[in-house]
Every structure is written in C-alpha cells, then in structure tokens.
C-alpha cells in the first residue's frame, strides 16, 4: 500500500469539508502544486506524482485531466502545468481543492492527522495585515480533522492538516469515485 500526505487547508474544510478521523475511509479532490510554485520559506512534505494522464468530464460538461499515480491515486496536475503529455512526472505538494474543478477523488484511508500552526505578525509596523512568521510552524498530531480551525489570536493560528493516507486499490485498480458518489 502506498502513503501520501496530503495538505487540507482549514478554509477548504470549513467551506465545503466533512470531518473525519484516524481510521476513516475518505473520498478527496486532490491537487498537486509543483515545488517551483510553493513558497520557498515554507517546509512542506513533498510528494512525486508520476503516470498516465487520462482526460475526464465533469456533470457540466467541463474537460479536466488526471494523473493515475502509484498505488491507484487520482492526482490533477496544478494548472500551472498547462494541458501535461500523456504521461507525468512532477514533484510538489499534495492538496485537497474542491474550488477548482469536479475531477474525481482519490479514496484512502487515514493513518494521521497533525494539525499545522503558524506564526503571524503585521505586514507593516502597526499594520492589521497579519503574515506567516517565516519559522514559526508547529505540527500536533490529533485524533481528527476538525471542521473549525482556531483563530481568535491574530498571532497564531491553525492553518489546516496535513493528512497521511494510504491509497486504496492498486495500479489499474478502481480508486477514484466521481464527486457526490
């Protein structure tokens, strides 16, 4: 079986998210952002992504396309990648996007959840803008992911999850369920 870690950011959760916790089989739309467009102060556990691309319609009609990574993972490649050949290989970060497309989602099962807490301080001295402190992240391994990330402190807050799963199904195996199935 093959482990991913996957980002979920707490607005993606808390708009269109459902909880779960170690132990669940769950269903999620994922994305995968190439390293070169990360943040480079940021420290994210990066994952490769590489295999066939196949082409699937959502309900609308919309065209999107999907990587078959290892393990049977249903990946689609950030759109900065524009329209990949029939095969991909990239390196970068794991997400849950449920805004961008109706792809289908890549089913696991949950082995951890930590949730990651950041450092902010004003963009500007006596500003009301609040930006990450480069260097001020802390993980804390939790039971499971909640709907509703802290923030009442403007300098720290919780800013998401980030998920192991082990994908079930294997190569060529069925993984993926369309969305809303």
Do not use: N
Not at 45 to 61: I, N, Y
Not at 78 to 84: D, I, M, R, W
């Amino acid at each position: 079986m093959t482990s991913w870690t996957v980002w979920y950011e707490s607005w993606q959760m808390e708009c269109c998210g459902t909880p779960f916790s170690v132990g669940d089989e769950v269903s999620l739309p994922l994305m995968i952002t190439p390293a070169d467009r990360l943040d480079a102060a940021e420290e994210w556990p990066l994952s490769v992504v590489e295999g066939p691309v196949r082409v699937v319609e959502d309900d609308e009609g919309d065209r999107w396309d999907v990587v078959r990574a290892e393990g049977g993972l249903d990946v689609a490649p950030h759109a900065s990648l524009g329209t990949p050949p029939g095969r991909l290989s990239v390196t970068g970060l794991l997400s849950v996007e449920r805004h961008t497309g109706q792809w289908p989602e890549a089913v696991g099962r949950v082995v951890s959840v930590r949730i990651l807490t950041r450092g902010y301080a004003p963009e500007t001295p006596g500003g009301t803008t609040y930006v990450p402190v480069p260097g001020e992240r802390w993980l804390r391994p939790v039971d499971a992911c909640p709907k509703w990330f802290t923030g009442d402190d403007p300098a720290r807050r919780d800013d998401g999850a980030l998920v192991v799963l082990d994908a079930l199904g294997g190569p060529g195996g069925p993984s993926a369920r369309g969305r809303g199935q």
